[in-house]
């Protein structure tokens, strides 16, 4: 039966082993996260440094499918026996990575000004807006809300956005008058 394992890997080496088994098809999981560093740039990086999650049957695996495997140790064990992880750790670990790199993601990354959004929380539940900007701190964004005949600017927090799909214009088209540089489509 096919269980998540703990494998152990050389320092900085997760992705570069987690490539090689998955040449040999043996399914893996990485968890990683964007970061900013010093310069501003944004780089991936492992939640488990030196850690990644292997999902096959140990059992009736052969052992030589993973044991020479360039950078990696060994797996995480106990009295001998790879300890297995449960599915739902695993599913419940994915959604988390998901969760931490969308909150990572700056407003400025997630909408683009003009972009239509809906407001999730707060006095103005389920409203709809059309995203500005961000501005200082990082968290909080100006929209630009339609209420009363009138656009008003206002300065939320950036969670409390979500994006909302323009709808399709399914009118029809207005005809053609003319055939290019002013000449006029005559009818008959």
């Given at each position: 039966?096919?269980?998540?394992?703990?494998?152990?890997?050389?320092?900085?080496?997760?992705?570069?082993?987690a490539?090689?088994?998955?040449?040999?098809?043996?399914?893996?999981?990485?968890?990683?996260?964007?970061?900013?560093?010093?310069?501003?740039k944004?780089?991936?990086?492992?939640?488990?440094?030196?850690?990644?999650?292997?999902?096959?049957?140990?059992?009736?695996?052969?052992?030589?499918?993973?044991?020479?495997?360039?950078?990696?140790?060994?797996?995480?064990?106990?009295?001998?026996?790879?300890?297995?992880?449960p599915?739902?750790?695993?599913?419940?670990?994915k959604?988390?990575?998901?969760?931490?790199?969308?909150?990572?993601?700056?407003?400025?990354?997630?909408?683009?000004?003009?972009?239509?959004?809906?407001?999730k929380?707060?006095p103005?539940?389920?409203?709809?807006?059309?995203?500005?900007?961000?501005?200082?701190?990082?968290?909080?964004?100006?929209?630009?809300?339609?209420?009363?005949?009138?656009?008003?600017?206002?300065?939320?927090?950036?969670?409390?956005?979500?994006?909302?799909?323009?709808?399709?214009?399914?009118?029809?088209?207005?005809?053609?008058?003319?055939?290019?540089?002013?000449?006029?489509?005559?009818?008959?």
């Amino acid at each position: 039966m096919k269980e998540w394992y703990v494998l152990h890997t050389h320092t900085s080496a997760e992705q570069f082993v987690a490539d090689q088994l998955a040449q040999k098809e043996i399914e893996t999981f990485l968890p990683e996260m964007s970061q900013k560093d010093s310069s501003g740039k944004s780089r991936t990086i492992a939640l488990f440094p030196g850690y990644l999650f292997v999902h096959f049957d140990y059992m009736t695996a052969n052992p030589e499918q993973w044991r020479w495997t360039p950078g990696v140790r060994r797996f995480v064990t106990f009295e001998e026996y790879p300890i297995p992880v449960p599915d739902d750790v695993i599913s419940a670990l994915k959604q988390r990575v998901i969760e931490l790199n969308n909150r990572g993601k700056s407003a400025q990354a997630r909408f683009k000004p003009g972009e239509p959004v809906r407001l999730k929380d707060g006095p103005f539940k389920e409203m709809l807006a059309l995203f500005d900007g961000p501005v200082a701190p990082a968290e909080w964004v100006h929209v630009l809300l339609q209420t009363m005949n009138r656009s008003m600017r206002l300065r939320v927090a950036a969670a409390s956005l979500e994006k909302v799909e323009p709808e399709v214009q399914t009118g029809q088209k207005r005809p053609r008058r003319t055939r290019g540089k002013g000449r006029r489509i005559r009818s008959s």
